[in-house]
């Protein structure tokens, strides 16, 4: 039987990471049931409680939550964000591509550089995060060029037909996202033809 929400929720802030790991699980695994306490908690959840809820309401991906995942967007810290966008895309809300994109910075996998959450999501969308994504080759950032470039390796090494990953990379310029100026610019212009050529209607 599972606990009250207000135990869980106060068990989420316990000292002991097996603790706040277990409650989290359990109000995963209760689903959209407890959705609407989890949204009343945010506006006072501190910064261990609010992460937290962020995650539970992304992996919960319950519809009328999609406003206060929405709402996640500007908080301070990264993790908060991510889970945002994260559950704006489990939840299919029209408003989740822009805000991956916007959060394609936020909660880097520190054990399999260069992805993100973000990343992820954006991969998981296949041909249709391309062309969301291409604008970032040039952007001001090598982390975000990283970021975005991955995706767009990702999504169309999987694509069939494409060929081999290495000649196409070539071809388009051996694009690099610490690369040189120009020679960045002109390869992310290759990819952006060569992608609108290839999946022009994703």
């Known amino acids: 039987m599972m606990e009250s929400i207000e135990t869980l929720l106060a068990d989420l802030q316990d000292a002991d990471f097996n603790v706040r790991a277990l409650a989290l ?78 959060t394609i910075d936020d909660f880097a996998d520190v054990l399999c550089a260069p992805y993100t959450l973000s990343t992820y999501a954006l991969i998981d969308q296949g041909p249709a995060a391309l062309r969301a994504v291409l604008p970032l080759l040039d952007a001001a950032s090598p982390d975000t060029r990283a970021h975005a470039f991955v995706v767009v390796h990702d999504i169309v090494s999987a694509q069939p037909g494409t060929g081999n990953w290495q ?25 952006a033809d060569w992608i609108g050529e290839h999946f022009g209607g994703a």
């Not at 261990?48 to 406003?67: F, G, H, N, R, V």
């Not at 000649?167 to 990819?191: C, K, T």
């Open 167 to 191: 000649a196409l990379w070539r071809q388009l310029g051996s694009y690099a996202p610490d690369g040189p100026e120009p020679q960045r610019r002109a390869a992310a212009r290759l990819w």
């Open 25 to 102: 699980a359990e109000i995963v695994e209760a689903g959209r049931a407890v959705a609407p306490a989890l949204v009343a908690a945010l506006p006072d959840a501190d910064t261990t409680l609010k992460p937290q809820l962020a995650q539970a309401l992304a992996e919960i991906a319950e519809p009328t939550s999609a406003d206060a995942l929405k709402g996640l967007l500007d908080n301070q810290d990264e993790r908060v964000r991510a889970f945002g966008a994260l559950g704006l895309s489990r939840i299919g809300d029209p408003r989740a591509q822009a805000a991956l994109i916007r």
